[in-house]
């Protein structure tokens, strides 16, 4: 039981991580290029964290649930059915709001970044921050119901 509590602990913690760099350091340095350096830069990070992604966010709920399940005669077993249905919204959200967005980027050449293709980004990078905010806000269920 407790390899899976520091197992979990750490894809979930290396996964808010990584998004929170994402929003507070990786975004900021690509608006700081040139609209073609711009369009590159997101296009390869869309590409290389689209394919990576999924299966992180899947290993991550999964792992959740397995805690929920382990400590399910625990005192923290309603927060670890909070985190794992934050984490489930957060997928869900992800997938219809997040993932059309990341492929158009993905796509994207530096003229139609030029002629519309910031402002998808921003209309991304705006929405992650909100999802950063949600998993943020599991991790902290999670801990608390393991700790419990």
């Known amino acids: 039981m407790h390899l899976l509590d520091v197992l979990t602990i750490v894809f979930v913690g290396l996964m808010i991580g990584n998004e929170l760099a994402v929003s507070l350091f990786v975004n900021p340095v690509i608006w700081q290029l040139d609209n073609r350096s711009q369009t590159q830069a997101l296009s390869s990070f869309a590409r290389i964290l689209g394919r990576a992604m999924p299966a992180w966010y899947a290993a991550c709920l999964l792992l959740i649930l397995m805690e929920a399940y382990v400590h399910r005669h625990e005192q923290g077993l309603a927060l670890l059915l909070a ?66």
């Open 83 to 148: 985190a794992a249905g934050i984490w489930i919204v957060v997928i869900l959200l992800t997938v219809m709001f997040l993932v059309p967005i990341n492929n158009r980027v993905a796509a994207i050449t530096p003229e139609i970044f030029a002629a519309g293709g910031k402002a998808e980004h921003k209309k991304w990078d705006t929405m992650h921050r909100w999802r950063v905010v949600a998993l943020t806000v599991a991790m902290v269920c999670l801990l608390e119901g393991i700790l419990r």
